[in-house]
């Protein structure tokens, strides 16, 4: 879980001056709640979901393997009123991808949805390695 | 009777060698191609066609053939670049591009069906050309094509 971890160090380094604090926690559910919508302005990454598949099938089944990465980040603010930062905040973790080395391609992008009050931010990060 | 089926992945073996002694399939004195993603191994004949006053289509005669094996690997650099020295095969020493670039002749066994005693194969000798290796962000691991242009005839062999 390198990616994941590198993830949150280079978050937790470039978060740490904006409104919004790094977990080290999974978002998992507690209460039918999710972390995230939980504790406000508290960016919670999760595990990596990998896919294995093959960039080059040989003869001799010494195959070339690439492997697709996807990390899903959440964080929830007040809808009503936005951290003044949130620029920041939004633009700093979609950078995070250039946190990873030894990739042929890093990709992030960011959703939202409102939940009551709230707005939700689901950052995707994708990185392929071979 | 029986289809040759490959995916077991000892079966289409592509050996060289400096002479046909170090390309024997089933020795260990050669180069054995690793990680081949295709090979064809062609023997186009020409055509000769002739009309004649008493017949109302063309006849044919085949021409002395042009031999041919072509493949693609994704490049290893041992078998690319050589081990440098110390093996008793020059194409083990040099590479397919030492041989290439040194017009170096190779013999070769290509095996249809692997290595095991009554397997096929078709054997010659030629001349490694047409190595391109390449490479893009999308596909970020060197490939490379290799031809061998056959000196001559095939001979078709049974591993003993």
Same mark, same amino acid.
């Not at chain 2, 040759?4 to 002694?21: F, K, T």
């Not at chain 2, 001349?127 to 962000?137: E, R």
């Given at each position: ?98 946190? &990873?080395?030894?990739? &042929? &391609? ?21 990185? &392929?390695?071979? | ?20 002694? !170090?390309? !024997? ?16 191994? !062609? ?23 042009? !031999? ?93």
């Amino acid at each position: 879980m390198a990616i994941r971890s590198d993830l949150l160090t280079d978050l937790t380094t470039n978060l740490s001056s904006t409104s919004v604090a790094v977990s080290t926690q999974v978002p998992y559910v507690s209460g039918d709640i999710p972390l995230y919508v939980k504790n406000m302005k508290k960016m919670y990454v999760d595990e990596e979901q990998q896919e294995i598949t093959e960039l080059y099938n040989c003869l001799d089944n010494n195959d070339v393997l690439q492997t697709e990465t996807t990390v899903n980040a959440y964080v929830c603010v007040d809808a009503k009123t936005q951290p003044t930062d949130i620029d920041t905040v939004v633009s700093t973790c979609l950078n995070a991808k250039n946190s &990873i080395a030894n990739t &042929i &391609i890093r990709e992030s992008s960011v959703e939202n949805e409102y939940q009551d009050d709230k707005i939700i931010y689901t950052f995707e990060y994708r990185f &392929i390695t071979v | 009777m029986a289809i040759i089926n490959v995916s077991a992945g000892n079966e289409a073996v592509l050996v060289l060698g400096d002479s046909a002694a !170090n390309a !024997n399939i089933a020795g260990s004195d050669g180069l054995t191609v690793p990680s081949m993603q295709d090979i064809t191994i !062609n023997n186009s004949t020409g055509v000769f066609r002739f009309k004649t006053l008493d017949n109302t289509a063309e006849s044919a005669v085949t021409t002395p053939a042009t !031999n041919q094996i072509t493949l693609n690997v994704v490049v290893d650099d041992a078998a690319f670049f050589g081990t440098g020295a110390g093996s008793i095969d020059t194409v083990v020493d040099e590479g397919l591009f030492g041989v290439s670039k040194n017009k170096t002749r190779v013999f070769f066994n290509a095996g249809f069906n692997g290595t095991d005693a009554t397997s096929k194969f078709v054997s010659g000798s030629g001349f490694i050309s047409g190595l391109a290796p390449t490479v893009n962000m999308d596909s970020p691991v060197w490939v490379t094509p290799v031809t061998i242009e056959v000196d001559g005839d095939y001979t078709e062999g049974v591993v003993s």
